[in-house]
């Protein structure tokens, strides 16, 4: 918090910040990023190591292909085995790790997605737009101030996840004396995750370290996908929301004329508003500034859209069938299925409900835009400035959301959808 206030109250050149990388939230997205081969370095011009740049991000993909076989296959050869319980937690880790693969498919391994991650970093970002105005200053810190704190409740949430995930394994396997010795002779180790593997990891004290320190590295690793991927997005929705904000201010402050001059209107003589030659020149600059920054973010949005849709349409899918899933594992009402599932169940929709209220920022300031333009003193203008209004207007009629795969706007409407839909498959398969 102390940084934040520096930040806020004293120059940002005092503090060394050239760019937006040097925000503490933005280097400790770097650094989560960078472990998964996910920041762009080569983009940004950083130096780049040699097995980062041609090994680490296709071992991650066929080291989660992996995990995927084994998880199938250990669902084949045990299904009569498993449990509920058991078998629901199997199904839920199989979708996660599918949603892992797809994203280091679409995004790690996309150029188009480094690409757009470095317009965000080297132009988009709200720091090379503060000095524009002092509403602009306004809103970059406001929103940096926002970011800050997302990222560390992101990165919070996620290591409160990741921990109970792994820990309440290893409590159960405590709690029944199975690290005692002798303590499986009548049972088996629990784990927070289940493979095929080549060995005995249910019975035997080496196979269980080996996979305990395994399935903590792959919990890290996906876990990383997900929130590290939704918080680089999100970021990039806050400002996306700042830029409509600093938009939607210069329309509503727009220059009305300094004169009035008198008009004949119905036989009579009143006065009205009228830009003179001159001022006529700086609306003229004016409207194209603010038609040229709305093509700006525009274009941006559309990017994301493309980038990001698929990754987003194979997160809602995720919602849809793990929320039933998670539901159905809580149902059971045991201590065991609450301790485990309930936490998982709370944190996955948290997780669809922020990302889907933090879109509805872009939708809703976005809707202000018509307002604005329409505010604008267009009946002192001349028939040149009046046309320009009219296309601008029609312009933004339409408020700007980012869809998923181009079919679904991501927003509140589609999370209460899901929501629903997966409240009444619940319903049934209880009924079942």
């Given at each position: 918090m102390?940084r934040i206030k520096?930040?806020?109250?004293k120059?940002?050149?005092d503090?060394?910040i050239?760019?937006?990388?040097d925000?503490?939230h933005?280097?400790l997205?770097r650094?989560?990023?960078?472990?998964?081969?996910s920041w762009?370095?080569k983009?940004?011009?950083?130096?780049?190591?040699?097995?980062?740049?041609?090994?680490l991000?296709?071992?991650y993909?066929?080291?989660m292909i992996?995990c995927?076989?084994?998880g199938?296959?250990?669902?084949?050869?045990?299904?009569?085995?498993?449990?509920f319980l058991e078998?629901g937690?199997?199904y839920?880790?199989?979708l996660m790790?599918?949603?892992?693969?797809?994203r280091?498919?679409t995004l790690?391994?996309s150029?188009?997605?480094?690409?757009?991650?470095?317009?965000?970093?080297?132009?988009f970002?709200?720091?090379?737009?503060?000095?524009?105005?002092?509403y602009a200053?306004?809103?970059?810190?406001?929103v940096?101030?926002?970011?800050?704190?997302f990222t560390l409740?992101?990165a919070?949430?996620m290591v409160?996840?990741?921990?109970l995930?792994?820990l309440?394994?290893m409590?159960?396997?405590y709690a029944a004396g199975?690290?005692?010795?002798g303590?499986?002779?009548n049972s088996?180790?629990?784990?927070?995750?289940?493979?095929?593997?080549?060995?005995d990891f249910?019975?035997n004290?080496?196979g269980?370290?080996v996979?305990?320190i395994?399935?903590w590295?792959?919990?890290?690793?996906c876990a990383?996908?997900?929130?590290m991927?939704?918080?680089?997005?999100?970021l990039?929705v806050f400002n996306?929301w700042?830029h409509f904000?600093?938009?939607?201010?210069?329309?509503?402050?727009?220059p009305?004329?300094?004169?009035k001059?008198?008009?004949t209107w119905n036989?009579?003589?009143?006065?009205?508003?009228k830009y003179s030659?001159?001022e006529l020149?700086?609306v003229?600059?004016?409207?194209?500034?603010c038609?040229?920054y709305?093509?700006q973010i525009?274009?941006?949005t559309?990017t994301?859209s493309d980038v990001?849709?698929?990754m987003?349409?194979?997160?809602?899918?995720?919602?849809?069938?793990?929320?039933?899933l998670?539901l159905?594992?809580?149902?059971q009402?045991?201590?065991?299925?609450l301790?485990r599932y309930l936490?998982?169940?709370?944190?996955v929709?948290?997780?669809?409900i922020q990302l889907s209220v933090?879109?509805?920022?872009v939708?809703?300031?976005?809707e202000k835009i018509?307002d604005?333009v329409?505010?604008v003193?267009?009946?002192?203008?001349?028939?040149?400035n009046?046309?320009?209004?009219i296309?601008?207007l029609?312009?933004?009629?339409?408020?700007v959301?980012i869809?998923a795969l181009?079919l679904a706007?991501?927003?509140v409407?589609?999370?209460?959808?899901i929501?629903k839909t997966?409240?009444?498959?619940f319903?049934?398969?209880?009924s079942?």
């Amino acid at each position: 918090m102390q940084r934040i206030k520096k930040v806020l109250f004293k120059e940002e050149t005092d503090l060394g910040i050239n760019c937006p990388t040097d925000y503490y939230h933005m280097k400790l997205l770097r650094l989560m990023l960078m472990v998964i081969s996910s920041w762009p370095q080569k983009e940004l011009g950083e130096p780049q190591v040699f097995f980062q740049k041609l090994f680490l991000k296709y071992f991650y993909l066929f080291s989660m292909i992996g995990c995927l076989y084994g998880g199938i296959s250990f669902i084949v050869q045990n299904f009569h085995k498993l449990n509920f319980l058991e078998l629901g937690h199997m199904y839920i880790v199989a979708l996660m790790t599918s949603v892992n693969i797809s994203r280091i498919y679409t995004l790690s391994l996309s150029p188009e997605y480094r690409k757009l991650a470095k317009v965000f970093l080297t132009e988009f970002h709200l720091f090379y737009y503060k000095e524009r105005s002092t509403y602009a200053m306004k809103t970059h810190k406001m929103v940096h101030v926002i970011s800050h704190l997302f990222t560390l409740f992101l990165a919070g949430q996620m290591v409160v996840g990741l921990c109970l995930f792994n820990l309440i394994p290893m409590y159960n396997n405590y709690a029944a004396g199975r690290y005692k010795k002798g303590g499986v002779q009548n049972s088996t180790f629990e784990h927070s995750l289940y493979f095929a593997y080549p060995f005995d990891f249910m019975t035997n004290v080496n196979g269980y370290i080996v996979t305990c320190i395994s399935h903590w590295i792959i919990s890290y690793l996906c876990a990383t996908w997900f929130c590290m991927f939704d918080l680089i997005l999100s970021l990039m929705v806050f400002n996306l929301w700042g830029h409509f904000k600093i938009l939607t201010n210069i329309l509503d402050n727009f220059p009305r004329p300094s004169s009035k001059s008198n008009l004949t209107w119905n036989g009579s003589v009143v006065q009205a508003e009228k830009y003179s030659k001159e001022e006529l020149k700086q609306v003229f600059e004016t409207l194209r500034d603010c038609i040229i920054y709305h093509r700006q973010i525009l274009h941006f949005t559309n990017t994301m859209s493309d980038v990001f849709g698929p990754m987003l349409f194979i997160y809602y899918a995720f919602h849809q069938a793990s929320g039933c899933l998670l539901l159905l594992e809580c149902s059971q009402m045991t201590a065991a299925a609450l301790m485990r599932y309930l936490p998982l169940t709370l944190i996955v929709t948290q997780q669809l409900i922020q990302l889907s209220v933090i879109f509805e920022l872009v939708g809703s300031e976005s809707e202000k835009i018509k307002d604005a333009v329409y505010g604008v003193p267009w009946e002192s203008m001349d028939c040149a400035n009046r046309r320009t209004v009219i296309i601008f207007l029609m312009n933004v009629q339409e408020p700007v959301h980012i869809k998923a795969l181009g079919l679904a706007n991501v927003g509140v409407t589609t999370m209460a959808a899901i929501l629903k839909t997966s409240l009444s498959y619940f319903t049934f398969l209880r009924s079942m």
